[in-house]
Antibody, heavy 125, light 109 residues
Framework: QVQLVQSGAEVKKPGASVRVSCKAS???????????IHWVRQAPGQGPESMGR????????HSARKFQGRVTMTTDTSISTAYMELSGLRSDDTAVYYC???????????????WGQGTPVTVST | QSALTQEASVSGTVGQEVTLSCAGN????????VGWYQQISQGAPKTVMI??SLPSGIPDRFSGSKSGTTASLTISGLQPEDEADYYC???????????FGGGTKVTVL
């Protein structure tokens, strides 16, 4: 079955960077596929917030305006893994970060159909 | 403030039918498929509906629909395990990004 497995919890100091990985299995990750990886975060007690998406097949990525300049999304197709790196961490970046699979085979990308288990990131002195 | 508007809470008894709504505009809900996500005790989200399509493994008591710029998720025959937070999400053309609702807490009485 389709599965996304994320890396473990992180604790970082303000100003540092964090990289979260998302390993995909159960479907074709990159070659001739229409699936992209969408990154979403959820701060404590808040709703989800989109960060951006990347197409492992083409490498094309789109970052949400709020995170442009701070977020870097990459993939390693040899190990079916996507990465999200967020730099210049602040205390309000404390959140659970999720990856999700989206089907972009149609006229537009559909909502996430499969989620990773989440990676808690705590930013604290 | 969320781009999509959801009820803060909805409650029902076991076996009852409840409907959650997700209101947007022509740039988002009115033009694109809406996803519904179930989140139990702040755990990982689980997709329970995309448009009116039921993902594999989701009970058929869940159904989705849309009328104009408002999408709905109906749970027919509410079960104790359905108690959770439910979020809606879709693409927004004007923002060039996915947007989410503020979430609805479903309580099973």
């Amino acid at each position: 079955q389709v599965q996304l497995v994320q890396s473990g919890a992180e604790v970082k100091k303000p100003g540092a960077s964090v990289r979260v990985s998302c390993k995909a299995s159960g479907y074709t990750f990159s070659d001739f596929t229409d699936y992209s990886i969408h990154w979403v975060r959820q701060a404590p007690g808040q709703g989800p917030e989109s960060m951006g998406r990347i197409n492992p097949n083409t490498g094309v990525r789109h970052s949400a305006r709020k995170f442009q300049g701070r977020v870097t999304m990459t993939t390693d197709t040899s190990i079916s893994t996507a990465y999200m790196e967020l730099s210049g961490l602040r205390s309000d970046d404390t959140a659970v970060y999720y990856c999700g699979r989206v089907d972009c085979g149609g006229v537009y990308c559909l909502p996430v159909d499969t989620w990773g288990q989440g990676t808690p990131v705590t930013v604290s002195t | 403030q969320s781009a999509l508007t959801q009820e803060a809470s909805v409650s029902g008894t076991v076996g009852q039918e409840v409907t959650l709504s997700c209101a947007g505009n022509s740039n988002n809900v009115g033009s694109y498929a809406v996803g519904w996500y179930q989140q139990i005790s702040q755990g990982a989200p689980k997709t329970v509906m995309i448009g009116d399509s039921l993902p594999s493994g989701i009970p058929d008591r869940f159904s989705g629909s849309k009328s104009g710029t408002t999408a709905s998720l109906t749970i027919s025959g509410l079960q104790p395990e359905d108690e959770a937070d439910y979020y809606c999400s879709t693409w927004d053309f004007s923002l060039s990004d996915w947007v989410f609702g503020g979430g609805t807490k479903v309580t099973v009485l």
